[in-house]
């Protein structure tokens, strides 16, 4: 089913570094490409989402930046915290709702990431 | 922000006995929610669809009888393992959007099974 793929699968950054985690996909039907951040037993919240016509897009500390013709896209995290440390998935999806069925959201296999103190 | 509840956080139960996991959408109306699975350390994993009214649609190797879920109202889905057994421990999350469409899916705080 995962048709994303996500690295690293963990990476170890000190506080004030900037992790980089990238992903790509296949399918070019997908119109929609969030991020999510997922604690230790607790679900994924939304952390900041792209459409394929941006080419980035900036909330706060974190970055999406997207290469439509390398159909890759990548999630940067600017003065990363120690609260920052947690799981991030990517995922690709389509808005568009077919007869209210169908999965959403395909998500990469996850980036575990620690920002040491 | 919408809000997705899921009841409860943790179970712990013996093998052969059945357990019900509840979501809901606290303050708008769903009429599609989804059911993801996800073992330590990995990606979620889709299960099911939930529609309101209607069968749930179930992903490819799923078993419907194992995992039984209903969508008996727009705020309200459950998913009941059936008979549950070591190997189906893991943590269960679901995840719903507003009826009209929205570019935001909501997720649940997930419930982490464990059966003995």
């Known amino acids: 089913q995962q048709q994303v793929k996500q690295s690293p699968q963990s990476l170890i950054v000190q506080k004030g570094g900037i992790p980089i985690i990238n992903c790509a996909y296949e399918?070019?039907?997908?119109?929609?490409f969030p991020w999510y951040q997922q604690f230790p037993g607790k679900g994924p919240a939304l952390l900041i989402a792209i459409r394929p016509d941006v080419s980035e897009k900036k909330e706060g500390r974190f970055t999406i930046s997207f290469n439509k013709s390398a159909k890759q896209f990548s999630l940067h995290i600017m003065d990363s915290q120690p609260g920052d440390s947690a799981t991030y998935f990517c995922a690709e999806g389509s808005l568009e709702r077919k007869n209210n069925a169908g999965n959403m959201l395909t998500f990469g296999g996850g980036t575990r990431l620690m920002v040491k103190p | 922000g919408a809000v997705v509840s899921q009841h409860p956080s943790w179970v712990i139960c013996k093998s052969g006995t059945s357990v019900k996991i509840e979501c809901r959408s606290l303050?708008?109306?769903?009429?599609?929610m989804f059911w993801y699975r996800q073992f330590p350390k990995q990606s979620l994993m889709l299960m099911a669809t939930s529609n309101e009214g209607s069968k749930a649609t179930y992903e490819q190797g799923v078993e419907k009888d194992k995992f039984l879920i209903n969508h008996a109202s727009l705020t309200l889905s459950t998913l009941t393992v059936t008979s549950a057994h070591p190997e189906d421990s893991s943590f269960y999350i679901c995840?719903?959007?507003?009826?009209?469409?929205?570019?935001?899916?909501?997720f649940g705080s997930g419930t982490q099974l464990s059966v003995l």
């Open positions: 995840s719903a959007f507003p009826s009209g469409g929205a570019e935001k899916l909501f």
């Open positions: 303050d708008f109306q769903a009429t599609t």
């Open positions: 399918n070019t039907a997908f119109d929609y």
